[in-house]
């Protein structure tokens, strides 16, 4: 079963780099074009937040199926960092009148976010791609 987590675990990165990197692109589109605030922004960063908190399920999953190894805590910690830089412009914006709502704030975390990512892949050892 353990297996089934970690191969689930292992795949799912991509998308959360995909989903990462699409939301940064299209935050920096809207700040370059200055256009209005839109749903589509909306949805990749909660897209991009909710699959950083299913790779977190998942990678507790393999903890708790026996798979922890001491190199595998920097790496817990960095994924929890990622998961709330991720979160927090989702949960601001959410709040936010319609007309102060702006892309800059997804850009910025969600780079902050693919850099802790990075980090966490890295501090296990493994390819970042690849």
Do not use: C
């Not at 937040?49 to 817990?76: D, E, K, N």
């Not at 009148?97 to 890295?122: F, R």
């Amino acid at each position: 079963m353990s297996n089934i987590f970690f191969q689930a675990h292992s795949g799912l990165r991509y998308l959360v780099l995909l989903a990462g990197v699409l939301t940064v692109l299209y935050a920096l589109y809207g700040v370059a074009t200055k256009a209005s605030y839109d749903r589509k922004m909306r949805i990749l960063s909660s897209s991009f937040a909710g699959l950083i908190h299913l790779q977190i399920l998942l990678g507790m999953a393999l903890i708790f199926s026996g798979r922890f190894q001491p190199a595998v805590a920097g790496h817990l910690v960095m994924m929890i960092f990622a998961a709330a830089a991720g979160q927090i412009p989702v949960s601001v914006m959410r709040r936010r009148p319609e007309e102060d709502k702006t892309y800059l704030p997804h850009g910025v975390w969600a780079l902050v976010s693919l850099g802790a990512i990075v980090a966490g892949i890295m501090a296990i050892g493994r390819p970042v791609i690849g």
